[in-house]
């Protein structure tokens, strides 16, 4: 078992890992949190987007045939957070244009949650880092003039370890931060195009039903 550890403890990683000291754990679960939140809505945004033009193209086909019951049919089997509210409006067009405004804004209420979904998150991960990466590099720097102080030398052997340490947490930190804040801008503005969408297609379809 003993070239096992050997092998593991050589690997490059693992060795820099050990030499960040103990800020490189939390540092780690930041990183491995931050690429399934990034993965996931990857994946997210990738299915919830659409043909808008195509579907409402489809709904209006629809409605010009007094074919409600289709049209709902059609929203229902599209996927997407804009096919979901049209649906809504959809369903109480028979009430007026008032209910269907107020089911527009409750669908809205349940769909847009679902949009910003983990980026809460996200966001405090790229703050988390970043501390975390400045925290290290205080404590190795404290630890470098310590060694100095119990030697009474300033030997670049004697803090070596100690500046290694801040400068590999912050070097950690900001990789982390960085991709992690990127994205997060990327997904909100996600977000804040799905919410343009919802809205333009709401009141082209309010349109579509008033004629």
Not at 43 to 72: C, G, P, S, T, V
Not at 159 to 184: D, H, W
């Amino acid at each position: 078992m003993n070239f096992i550890w050997t092998a593991v403890l050589k690997n490059e990683s693992i060795s820099y890992l050990l030499k960040g000291g103990m800020l490189m754990y939390p540092l780690l679960i930041c990183s491995i949190l931050s690429i399934a939140i990034i993965i996931n809505r990857i994946w997210f945004y990738h299915y919830a987007h659409i043909n808008e033009e195509h579907l409402m193209h489809r709904i209006k086909q629809f409605l010009d045939q007094n074919m409600i019951e289709e049209a709902i049919a059609l929203c229902d089997s599209t996927q997407g957070p804009v096919a979901y509210i049209l649906k809504a409006g959809l369903i109480n067009h028979a009430k007026g244009q008032i209910a269907m405004e107020k089911a527009f804004e409750e669908a809205e209420l349940e769909a847009i949650p679902l949009l910003e979904k983990y980026l809460p998150v996200l966001g405090t991960i790229a703050s988390i880092s970043t501390l975390l990466g400045f925290t290290g590099t205080v404590l190795g720097m404290i630890k470098a003039f310590n060694s100095i102080a119990a030697s009474g030398t300033s030997s670049p052997t004697i803090v070596a370890s100690g500046i290694a340490e801040a400068l590999i947490t912050t070097a950690t930190g900001l990789l982390i931060a960085i991709p992690t804040v990127v994205f997060y801008h990327y997904f909100s503005n996600q977000v804040h195009l799905f919410t343009l969408e919802i809205e333009k297609r709401s009141k082209k379809l309010v349109g579509l039903l008033n004629k």
